[in-house]
């Protein structure tokens, strides 16, 4: 069963004129701030607006009749995820009131899937951002609530489903008054949404968006979640078309050059403010490894400085595991490059980053460290009035064994698994073994094959499924 519509009856307003705001800062820093109860600068934009639910004109000094409605816009970035726009609209006079969200950011290059086990009351207060182009599906009700089928919305898992099941019962009273015999069903349907309000029984929700812009949160973190996996994937050709991009015509192959000794520049807008910035990129030969391409951007706007590393080289054959044993200050000199396939592991800390979390580096032991450890100790969702007791006492203990590790204070056990076995890790040793290294090659299993994309790539043979249509 799927639920056929959102349960908002129209747009949030017809806007009319904006009402007087306190003037923004002469100077702003950023468009979309961090989302911050404690920045008292981050204010809404609020402009008079037209209800759609009655109708009434909002203008006042020109007759207007009953309340005004009200339309509030905040742009804000949620740390670690996406830049977003939340809207809120509220009438004086009808009562009516309606809230969304919309990505303001790009669509990434790759769709994610969240699935969620929700075992007890506590996964219900999940926070949850669903766009409007992800999928909701309860596989063991059937129960499906298809793309643009909602306005995005920032909510908790227990908010989506009561969404749901207001979506449901909205037009239950004209079914009923027509004697449909669906209206029945819907109602035995409902009760079951409800029932899982309660967890009287585990149950999965999976949250599918092509345009990789819905998020599902993590309250264990820094741990590990065993109840949720995300899944990034490649769209399909439907998918891409859903969401309004056009594939790219297949281009001229040129000729070859050789790109070793070249910096290439091309221009692209910085991730920060979105102004105009120039990216460079060049192609590296790392020793006793492979080539891999370094890209670095610079904004002379507001200053912010990227760097992210591709691998030169195909997938490998074998996926690799590199795990080293700290046991020296020295140690985190290593030079270290992590492709976006790889995942990393402090068994110590009972740690573990997921795949395509800090993207591609090239960078030393030590500088990924820092970078885990920041992203760690700043997530929003773990910190100030969201926080649950304990969650930053375990924080606090976290940065200070990884500031320990850092010095060369504790030993610790750092594990790179790669299935795509493109990362590398420094041989101090080399050409002979590190004694405090250990590199495995593994056979990669089916669904690692999946989420590279490999199961479904034909490299011979695929001529002959071809002819006949010649």
């Known amino acids: 069963m799927a639920a056929s519509g959102a349960v908002e009856p129209g747009p949030p307003g017809a806007a009319v004129a904006p009402s007087p705001v306190p003037a923004p800062p002469s100077a702003p820093s950023h468009l979309f701030r961090p989302i911050s109860a404690e920045d008292e600068e981050q204010q809404p934009t609020e402009i008079e607006s037209l209800c759609m639910n009655c109708y009434r004109n909002v203008r006042r000094g020109h007759g207007a009749v009953g309340g005004r ?11 670690f995820f996406r830049e977003i726009i939340v809207s809120s609209f509220s009438c004086e006079h009808c009562g009516w009131n ?30 949850v951002v669903k766009t409007d182009s992800a999928t909701t599906r309860i596989p063991e009700l059937d129960f499906e609530i298809p793309a643009f089928s909602q306005k995005g919305a920032l909510t908790t898992v227990e908010g989506l489903i009561t969404r749901a099941i207001s979506g449901l019962e909205q037009d239950q009273p004209a079914r009923r008054a027509n004697k449909d015999a669906t209206a029945e069903r819907i109602d035995e349907f409902i009760v079951k949404l409800k029932e899982l309000k309660q967890v009287t029984s585990p149950f999965t929700l999976i949250i599918d968006d092509p345009s990789g812009n819905s998020f599902v949160e993590n309250p264990h973190a820094p741990q590990k979640d065993d109840a949720l996996v995300i899944t990034h994937y490649n ?39 979105n102004a ?19 890209m670095a951007t610079n ?40 492709s976006e396939t790889c995942s990393v592991e402090i068994p110590e800390l009972e740690f573990e980053l997921g795949m395509a979390v800090l993207g591609g580096k090239f960078t030393t032991l030590e500088g990924l460290l820092k970078d885990i450890r920041e992203l760690v100790t ?60 250990k590199v ?7 669904d690692q094959n999946e989420e590279l994309g490999l199961n479904d ?14």
């Not at 409605?69 to 949620?78: E, P």
């Not at 050789?258 to 403010?273: A, Y």
């Not at 495995?440 to 089916?446: I, L, M, N, P």
Request: charged share 30%; hydrophobic share 30%.
């Open 378 to 437: 700043k997530n929003p969702f773990t910190l100030g009035d969201s926080s649950s007791p304990g969650q930053m006492e375990k924080l606090q203990e976290f940065s200070q064994k990884m500031d320990q590790i850092i010095e060369g204070n504790m030993k610790a056990h750092f594990i790179m698994d790669d299935p795509a076995g493109n990362s590398y890790l420094q041989n101090v040793y080399a050409p002979e073994d590190d004694p405090e290294m």
């Open 299 to 338: 904004c002379e706007n507001c200053g912010h400085r990227t760097n992210e590393v591709k691998s030169g080289g195909a997938v490998e054959a074998l996926g690799t595991r590199i795990t080293l044993h700290i046991t020296d200050p020295s140690d985190m000199t290593r030079d270290l490059l992590k």
């Open 235 to 273: 769209r399909t050709r439907q998918q891409e078309e859903m969401l309004g991009l056009q594939a790219e015509a297949p281009a001229e192959k040129p000729e070859e050059e050789d790109l070793r000794n070249e910096v290439l520049q091309f221009n692209t807008n910085c991730p920060e403010c």
């Open 440 to 446: 495995e090659r593994y056979k990669r299993t089916f």
């Open 98 to 127: 309606n809230t969304e969200i919309q990505s303001a950011g790009r669509i990434q290059d790759q769709g994610v899937r969240y699935t969620l086990t929700v075992r007890a009351l506590e996964d219900m207060n999940r926070e």
């Open 276 to 294: 105009p910035a120039q990216t460079n990129m060049k192609l590296v030969q790392i020793p006793h490894f492979k080539e891999v391409i370094i």
């Open 457 to 470: 790539m034909k490299t011979e043979g695929y001529e002959a499924g071809l002819a006949p249509q010649r």
């Open 69 to 79: 409605g009200m339309t509030r816009l905040l742009l804000t970035k949620i740390p």
